[in-house]
Nanobody
């Protein structure tokens, strides 16, 4: 099991910034890929970004590239999603998830945190 604890959601005006956190409770992320996903009302869940913990390689969805940054803090076993120049269409419930590097499916999910961007 990989308990994931998310924090940092809230309400922000368009053009503003928020930072989400995803902490690994009681373990390290070593050997994992940590991803952020989001789901807007009436829409399917979509991929936002991921980071490979060992090495720090990152990947982004086109819709957030250049605005969002995913990073990690090894000492805190925490992954961050820094969201800048936010748009109303970024409004969604954001989830962090974890999977082993060797598999394709994310097996572990956080509880989600609401992000609302007002116009």
């Amino acid at each position: 099991q990989v308990p994931l604890v998310e924090s940092g959601g809230g309400l922000v005006q368009a053009g503003g910034s928020l930072r989400l956190s995803c902490a690994a409770s009681a373990r390290t992320f070593s050997g994992f890929v940590i991803g952020w996903f989001r789901q807007a009302p009436g829409k399917e869940r979509e991929f936002v970004a991921h980071i490979i913990w060992n090495g720090g390689r990152t990947y982004y969805a086109d819709s957030v590239k250049g605005r969002f940054t995913i990073s990690r803090d090894s000492a805190k076993s925490t992954v961050y999603l820094q969201m800048n120049r936010m748009k109303p269409e970024d409004t969604a419930v954001y989830y962090c998830a974890a999977r082993y590097v060797s598999v394709r499916e994310y097996d572990y999910w956080g509880q989600g945190t609401q992000v609302t961007v007002s116009s």
